[in-house]
């Protein structure tokens, strides 16, 4: 059967699910093809059973609590990102006794930055985007949220330097969950006032005063991040012109296929997108701005946000004698080179689950992911060995939803398996090293996309699943029952 | 002791009584594609396998969502979405390695089996008893499990 053919029939059927709907060629049976081998100690994931839901996080105390004779460790956790936030849920409930002081520089309540986007369409106030919901969830697990900067950290003495008044603090065990900020290319105006990054609760609210109905706004970069977040701004009532460096949208998530997909579906909703492009400079014409592009007219604006990509905050590790590349390197227990120092999130440098390589992953489940795995190593030396963390991406762009997965680029030697619809935008790529599925792309497709990441991590022989799945790849789902066995 | 659906694929004969009582607690329509529940039908071999939520203990989705919407029901042990809390954001989509939450692009927010708060429509539904509701250790639902620490990214040391 002729791909075209294969597309028809399934693109042709219920356009909100075609991984669900039933399968287009007779397959045989479902018992499991690969039996599901022994699994070595099985990790029951040290997570917070939080059963309340009700909004409002607890007021920072002013200092911690340092009098405690009776606590059996002191956590230090610089960070109050998704990363420090669930270590310090994770060792309250691995040590009852155990001190635990959490300290974080932004003026809000620990909050997560994903749930921005939806702050900025105005879907949720400032509380939604907090990370627990609970009045007072932190006092009530006895973590110390301290609002302060850590300037320094003294490894010798096991102290950091505290900012607000050059105080030393102790530890006993150390964890860097400090996360990344936003790069800044050398664009001369940048540094305008009507430019704002994308980052922090702070430019959001920079963002809902200077974005209204009507503003002409530039926005530089249509990476991962400036994707998700061209959505809100479009509901803002924006008039949109995105600049991307790459040759198409999210280049480094998105296969040439997907990413150019994404940019004519932006252009039918009137966003102008121009790729292979850069912003040179901006200046202030007053109450507008004029952006000059580098293959076009230049553009005046209201409003300029960057979104160029992030680094890691690891600058004021200098002198600690804490190793650093790209972020801090780590080994597999999230420790880094100095004994009781961990690290987790988009600082770290950890592994890669698909390239065995260490890497910054700079995304949110790899962040909480770090989290676990550190905060049990801290409270018990060596308890947990980090597997390495899959690289995943989901993204809507103007309601048309992107996924990534591992090795979406596919690897040496792998095959892979391609459906395109252009004119009803939806795609899958699957890439394949032997008869294991080791990444993907795909557009418009949601339906037990998770199943993707299963088979992915759990290093699934296809057996006889791997040949349908190269004639069509929507039926990972299928492929996944039928070599799992289901429940049964 | 908390209880758990037992699917029974040798049971099943496809008539997706399930998926309609799924949806239509769910949404409110007999439309399979609202239903937490699903059936894999293997042509061939004349097989067919529902599949829903295991109700894991790692819940990939609940450790994955960024504000906290996700919650365990204490009652019946079910992670169940908060569609209030929900951005909608799909980070539980792509982080449940089992693929049963899924995106509801008419409500913006996910769904899955909450097993309807300790009264299952399916199992109601399902005239052959392949899908029951049963103390949780009674289910194969181990195996499940086994095959979901394979999906951990943290490995004990032995
Ligand atoms: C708009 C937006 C949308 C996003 N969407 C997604 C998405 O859909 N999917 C996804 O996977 N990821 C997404 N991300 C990325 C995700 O938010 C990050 O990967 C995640 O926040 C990383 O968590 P973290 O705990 O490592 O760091 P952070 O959340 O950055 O937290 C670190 C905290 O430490 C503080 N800090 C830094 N230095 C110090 C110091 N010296 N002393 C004290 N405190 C300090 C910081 O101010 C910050 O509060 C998005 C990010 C943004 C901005
Ligand atoms: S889609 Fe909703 S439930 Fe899922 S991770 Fe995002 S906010 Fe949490």
Redesign the interface.
């Known amino acids: 059967m002729s791909i075209l053919n294969i597309i028809k029939r399934l693109f042709g059927q219920e356009k909100s699910s075609p991984a669900q709907s039933s399968t287009p060629q007779p397959i045989e049976p479902t018992q499991a093809s690969t039996p599901v081998e022994e699994v070595k100690d099985s990790i029951q994931t040290a997570m917070n059973e939080v059963t309340d839901n009700i909004i409002e996080a607890a007021e920072p105390n002013p200092t911690p609590n340092t009098n405690h004779e009776d606590y059996s460790m002191h956590h230090v956790i610089i960070g109050s990102g998704p990363a420090g936030v669930v270590a310090a849920e994770s060792i309250r409930k691995l040590d009852p006794k155990a001190m635990i002081t959490l300290i974080g520089d932004e003026p809000e309540p620990p909050y997560s930055r994903m749930a921005i986007p939806y702050f900025l369409e105005e879907n949720i106030t400032e509380e939604g985007s907090h990370l627990r919901k609970t009045d007072n969830h932190y006092d009530n697990k006895n973590i110390n949220v301290v609002r302060d900067r850590v300037s320094s950290i003294n490894p010798d003495d096991k102290t950091v330097t505290l900012e607000s008044n050059d105080s030393l603090l102790n530890w006993d065990k150390l964890l860097i969950a400090t996360g990344s900020h936003p790069i800044s290319p050398p664009i001369p105006g940048l540094d305008n006032p009507k430019v704002s990054n994308c980052w922090t609760l702070e430019d959001s609210r920079k963002i809902v005063e200077g974005v209204k109905p009507g503003s002409v706004v530039v926005q530089i970069g249509a990476g991962f991040i400036g994707c998700i977040i061209l959505e809100s701004l479009v509901k803002r009532g924006a008039a949109l012109t995105v600049v991307e460096m790459g040759d198409r949208m999210v280049p480094r998530m998105l296969d040439q296929q997907c990413g150019t997909m994404l940019k004519t579906w932006c252009e039918n909703k009137g966003v102008t997108v121009l790729t292979s492009s850069q912003v040179n400079s901006i200046e202030d014409k007053g109450k507008r701005l004029l952006v000059s592009v580098s293959n076009g007219e230049p553009i005046e604006a209201d409003f300029v946000i960057s979104a160029t990509g992030v680094r890691s905050n690891t600058a004021f590790l200098e002198g600690s004698g804490i190793k650093v590349d790209e972020g801090i390197l780590v080994n597999r227990h999230l420790e880094t080179n100095v004994p009781d120092i961990f690290a987790a999130g988009d600082v770290a440098q950890g592994l890669d689950f698909s390239t065995g390589e260490y890497t910054v992953q700079a995304i949110q489940p790899t962040a909480s992911d770090h989290g676990l795995i550190s905060s049990k190593n801290m409270v018990n030396p060596g308890s947990a060995i980090h597997q390495g963390a899959v690289l995943m991406n989901v993204l809507a762009t103007l309601g048309l939803i992107s996924v990534s997965y591992g090795l979406w680029e596919g690897v040496e030697g792998g095959e892979s398996a391609e459906l395109v619809d252009t004119d009803n935008f939806r795609y899958i790529r699957l890439q394949f090293d032997g008869d294991k599925i080791v990444g993907a792309n795909t557009l418009g497709i949601t339906q037990n996309i998770g199943a993707i990441r299963g088979l992915i991590q759990s290093k699934t022989a296809l057996g006889v699943w791997k040949e349908r799945l190269m004639e069509n790849p929507l039926n990972f789902m299928d492929a996944y029952v039928g070599v799992t066995g289901g429940h049964t | 002791m908390q209880k758990s659906l ?5 049971k099943c004969t496809g008539c997706k009584q399930c998926e309609l009582a799924c949806s239509f607690e769910r949404d409110g329509s007999f439309n ?2 609202k239903s937490s529940i ?1 059936i ?6 004349g ?1 067919f ?3 829903t939520c ?1 109700q894991c ?4 989705c ?3 969502c ?3 919407a996700i ?4 009652a019946t042990g079910a992670k169940e979405v ?1 569609e209030a ?1 929900c ?5 539980c ?11 509801n ?1 008419d409500t913006g927010k996910v769904t899955k089996c909450d097993l309807c708060g300790g009264d299952p429509q399916c199992v109601t539904a399902c005239p052959t008893d392949a899908i029951t509701y049963v103390e949780a250790d009674a ?3 181990s ?16």
């Not at chain 2, 037992?6 to 040798?10: C, G, M, Q, S, V």
């Not at chain 2, 894999?40 to 071999?45: L, S």
């Not at chain 2, 951005?87 to 980070?91: Q, R």
């Open positions: 037992y699917l029974d694929a040798d399979p594609i699903q894999f039908t293997f042509h061939e071999a097989r396998v529902p599949y295991t203990d790692d819940a990939w609940m450790t994955a960024p504000v906290d919650t365990i029901n204490t908060n809390t951005v909608g954001c799909k980070v989509t792509i982080a449940c390695p089992f693929g049963t939450i899924n995106y692009t289910t194969g639902f195996r499940m499990k086994e095959w979901a620490a394979k999906t951990d990214n943290a490995q004990s040391a032995a």
